[in-house]
Nanobody
């Protein structure tokens, strides 16, 4: 049984930073593809960042240079460091995983079969 649990969301002023994390069980972060997608009210889901089992990464253009995805293999945990936050970054952030890395592109994260319940990020 795969379980992904996000934490670390919150409210921050524009220009600030937040780090969201995802604790995984039932699926090792040493394999497959992992990522984050977000969804704001009234908007479509957007794949934000992806990291492969080998450490290759991909980011949405909207967050390149500001967000960094990383994984801690020893703790089976995924992180997303978000800097220089903007109001348009507001939304629910979801951790997601797939056992297969077919495309190393952040946009595919929205279709990953395993996902958490999300954590809210609000930038004002």
């Amino acid at each position: 049984h795969v379980q992904l649990v996000e934490s670390g969301g919150g409210s921050v002023q524009a220009g600030g930073s937040l780090r969201v994390s995802c604790a995984a069980s039932g699926f090792t972060i040493r394999s497959g593809c992992w990522g984050w997608f977000r969804q704001a009210p009234g908007k479509e889901r957007e794949g934000v960042a992806l990291v492969t089992y080998g450490g290759s990464t991909s980011y949405a253009d909207s967050v390149k240079g500001r967000f960094t995805i990383s994984k801690d293999n020893s703790k089976n945990t995924l992180h997303l460091q978000m800097n220089s936050l903007k109001p348009e970054d507001t939304g629910m952030y979801y951790c997601a995983a797939h056992s297969v890395c077919s495309w190393v592109q952040a946009r595919v994260v929205i279709d990953f079969p395993y996902r958490g319940q999300g954590t809210q990020v609000t930038v004002s």
